[in-house]
């Protein structure tokens, strides 16, 4: 009978504490309980967002004045000022004008509209402006070929007319 070589012994099964999903839920689980002592007001709220513990501060016992939405159209219509647009943007506001509106009246519309803004803010007991500087021209690109200043009106203001 011919000689049968040698039969490696099977490889011993791993035990189940050393696989590597049982090491992966034991971090996951450390994690989470590291993160819930760090911060214990999370724990609870599946959005992660917090919720208040203490009930918000009474509100203070005078109201400001209800003031009617900020609109900036109506205020320069009113106003009698020749204007294509006017929009706010980013903390900005834009009045588009006729281009022969001169860069005085272009800096003096920036300026009434400015102060306008800041008003509304003050009456409506808010410490700060809708928009913190307003833009006045013609909407016309100074990219544009053959753009000269002289020809395009230009004014601006930022919220510092309204401190003085």
Partial sequence: MPEQPPQSPAAPKKA??????VWLIAAIV??????????PEDSGSPSGATQPTQPAPA??????????????????TESG???????????????????ETTNEQA??????????????????????PAANRVEVSDGVSPATPGYDVDEHPSGFANDDVCDG
């Fill in 59 to 76: 509100e203070p016992s005078e109201t400001p004045a209800q003031v009617a939405p900020l609109d900036l159209e109506a205020f320069l």
């Fill in 30 to 39: 450390v994690i989470g309980g590291i993160g819930a002592l760090i911060n």
């Fill in 107 to 128: 800096q003096q519309i920036a300026t009434d509209a400015m102060l306008y803004i800041c008003d509304h803010a003050a009456q409506g007991g808010d410490s700060f």
């Fill in 81 to 99: 000022i020749a204007f294509e647009s006017a929009e706010l943007s980013a903390r900005k506001a834009y009045i588009y004008v006729p281009t």
């Fill in 16 to 21: 189940w504490y050393l696989k590597w999903w």
